[in-house]
């Protein structure tokens, strides 16, 4: 028999310890990860050929154990504490009062602010380097055992780095499950017909208090630090700064927005900054954290109960709360999409207080399977449409109704489809359904389609209730006495308002092809339409290829201009237009024609591959386009690179119109072959 090949073990171990840490810590591997498998498949290799080699700070413990009957107690020996916590600004400034008040005059006062991430905390004792055991908290006094698990975490160190790690030192942080990760991690579990995980938090507890290690091996656990125990060691820190770079030297994840405040107002700042940056961080945070720097000055200030003197957690306000379901109306938009809304008791949430809440589509509430008057968990985060993350069964009434999507259209009766690459549900009623027309309406009397003045929202629900209206055509049949007779209507505003029809009489092509509300036909669309074609007849007869070549349109656009033309209906209305006079020759604005998207509102979300955000911006704003860094319903048109994220959810929420990047590029091309479209300056 060969004699273990020592040396080569422990350089193959100290080499993947650097790779995990490259990867798992610093966020910044070297080598791909299919190099590192390799290497580690040679590790075990050498494991399986050599017992007697095997260290325990070797790689391969990270697929974890043998499953446990049960978790041993442990003793923490110093509390593991939690912190205070201070729910507005005043708190906040008691909180810098009292530190003040219990130290010396002129002794003056850092602070060190962070994240707070949102997990479960974990305390890790290592002995000359080696990990030994880890913790969780428990009551602060006595935590479980759960080293086999904690030993799966790729980010927590099994052996620390540096030539002279500390004797003893207890490690305190968070484990927690980034966003992407948990992302992935429900969508396996919902092919294996598992139970999904409520949220990122829950999944991580679940997961670090598994008996069976080799299943917390595969969760994406992360752990990153933020204080310190136990310490016996030659050098000690003396701030908590300190601490945490002392940390990071020894191998650990410190979270990278740690800052140091000199006086409480910037820790507000800090406060106010994350709050903003809450929605895009990668992982779910509820606060901050805010602790004196000076150690000494930390000692001095000692605990009370359970919490330290020293330190203090500054909330956001809860993204999630519950409340009552009260019942779920149905809203038919333009397009005949109807979206349900579940109506709620008011509920104060994420910063503001919620009354209703979107349940998307179909699919959306044949997940939450609600029933009449359940009560629900709502969430919102940023400044995100709230939503119903679930419902809480247990409290579910006896023999609750369950609520069915409608078969029908909740509006007009027609039948409802749903288009096999859609989650939205369609109402097929078109123009015989009140909800469209009266949205039609609305956007055929706007101010850059017809532009009707004086004929708001209001009045056009009753014109269209009373049956006043039911087509664009009728706008234009109104008379003194219909006017007069409606709410709110004098002589003189229905004076006005008839006058504003007439002159509506004459307009141009593009505000007529828009006004005409062809899905996903925007104003910059429907300038490009009317320059190229120059007729509405010519419009009508273009053949689906003609109009997939055509820059700035595509081919989903395409296909729904084809549509709509080949609904006799829509020929229908336009005839009467014509027949009662409508004048919508192709009027060229020259100012207009070098500025197409004037007046429009672009919006743009994820990566573009072809140019930067930047060059997309200041194309577009040199074709007039106003740029908004949020989706509204003020919002043209969404331009979606790759990774689109919650604008695009949100965009589709409110039917903005969606442009791909590369139907983006053909735009722009499309203005550089166009002399007259193109930008001079
Ligand atoms: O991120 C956290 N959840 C967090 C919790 C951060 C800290 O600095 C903490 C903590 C709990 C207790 N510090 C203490 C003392």
Redesign the pocket.
């Known amino acids: 028999m060969t004699a273990p090949p020592v040396q080569a073990y422990r350089a193959l171990v100290k080499e993947l310890q650097f790779h995990n840490h490259r990867y798992h810590v610093l966020d910044d591997p070297l080598i791909p990860d299919g190099e590192y498998d390799r290497k580690l498949l040679q590790l075990q290799t050498m494991e399986s050929t050599f017992p007697t080699l095997v260290d325990d700070d070797s790689p391969s413990h990270r697929v974890g154990g043998k499953p446990l009957s049960e978790f041993s107690q442990i003793s923490h020996s110093l509390p593991?504490?939690?912190?205070e916590n201070a729910f507005d600004s005043k708190a906040l400034m008691d909180f810098d009062r009292r530190v003040a008040e219990r130290t010396n005059e002129k002794e003056k006062v850092d602070y060190v602010c962070?994240?707070?991430?949102?997990?479960v905390?974990l305390s890790l004792l290592y002995r000359d380097g080696m990990l030994e055991r880890a913790a969780t908290r428990g009551d602060g006094a006595t935590g479980e055992d759960v080293t086999a698990n904690a030993r799966t975490i790729r980010s927590v160190p099994l052996r620390l780095q540096g030539d002279s790690p500390p004797n003893l030192i207890e490690v305190?942080g968070?484990v927690y499950i980034p966003h992407k990760d948990f992302d992935r991690l429900n969508s396996l579990s919902d092919k294996v017909g598992d139970k999904k995980f409520v949220n990122p938090r829950n999944a991580a507890a679940g997961s670090l208090r598994q008996l069976d290690s080799k299943i917390t091996a595969r969760r994406p656990l992360v752990m990153?630090v933020?204080?310190v125990g136990l310490l016996e060691s030659a050098v000690k820190p003396n701030t908590h700064f300190e601490t945490l770079v002392y940390l990071k030297q020894l191998g650990f994840l410190v979270n990278s927005h740690v800052t140091v405040a000199t006086d409480i107002f910037q820790c507000e700042n800090f406060y106010k900054a994350l709050a903003e940056q809450r929605a895009s961080l990668p992982y779910d945070i509820d606060g901050i954290?805010i602790?004196v720097n000076s150690l000494d000055i930390q000692r001095r200030l000692g605990t009370v109960l359970r919490s330290?003197r020293w330190?203090i957690?500054r909330k956001f306000p809860a993204q999630e709360e519950m409340t009552r379901l009260l019942a779920v109306e149905y809203q038919v938009g333009r397009t005949g999409v109807i979206t349900p809304v579940g109506r709620l008791e008011p509920v104060f949430v994420g910063g503001v207080t919620v009354r209703n809440a979107t349940l998307h589509n179909l699919d959306e509430m044949a997940r939450l399977n609600l029933c009449a008057h359940d009560t629900v968990i709502v969430r919102r985060a940023g400044d995100v449409i709230p939503k119903i993350v679930r419902v809480v069964k247990e409290y579910r009434l006896p023999n609750a109704r369950v609520i069915k999507f409608p078969q029908y259209c909740p509006v007009c009766g027609s039948d409802i489809e749903q288009l096999p690459d859609e989650a939205a549900v369609r109402c097929t009623g078109g123009m015989s359904c009140p909800a469209q027309v009266k949205q039609a309406i609305n956007h055929f009397v706007s101010r850059k389609a017809m532009n009707i003045e004086g004929l708001g929202v209001k009045l056009v629900e009753q014109l269209v209730d009373r049956g006043h209206v039911q087509s664009f055509s009728d706008l234009y049949r109104l008379d003194m006495d219909t006017l007069c007779s409606l709410e709110r209507m004098a002589k003189k505003s229905s004076d006005k308002l008839l006058k504003s029809i007439q002159a509506s009489r004459k307009t141009n092509l593009t505000k007529f092809i828009y006004a005409l509300g062809i899905r996903e036909v925007g104003e910059g669309c429907a300038q490009i339409l009317a320059s190229r074609f120059k007729s509405l007849e010519d419009l009508i007869e273009g053949p689906l290829e003609e109009l997939v070549e055509i820059g700035g349109v595509g081919p989903v656009v395409a296909r729904h201009i084809v549509d709509f033309f080949s609904e006799s209906k829509n020929i229908t209305v336009i005839n009467e237009l014509r027949a009662i006079g409508l004048k919508f020759d192709h009027v060229i604005n020259e100012e207009a024609m070098s500025r197409p998207l004037e007046g429009q509102t672009w919006v743009i979300t994820g990566n573009l591959d072809s140019m930067s955000r930047e060059d997309a911006k200041v194309a577009l704003q040199n074709l007039g386009a106003k740029v908004s860094s949020s989706v509204s319903a003020k919002t043209t048109q969404l331009l979606i690179g790759s990774n689109a994220g919650s604008k695009l959810e949100k965009a589709k929420l409110l039917e903005v119109p969606l442009m791909y990047e590369k139907e983006f590029a053909i735009l722009l091309m499309s203005q550089q072959a166009h002399p007259r479209l193109n930008v001079e300056k």
């Not at 593991?80 to 912190?83: A, E, K, P, R, V």
């Not at 962070?114 to 997990?119: I, N």
């Open positions: 593991m504490l939690s912190l962070e994240p707070k991430l949102d997990g905390a305190r968070e990153s933020y204080g954290v602790k330290p330190a957690a």
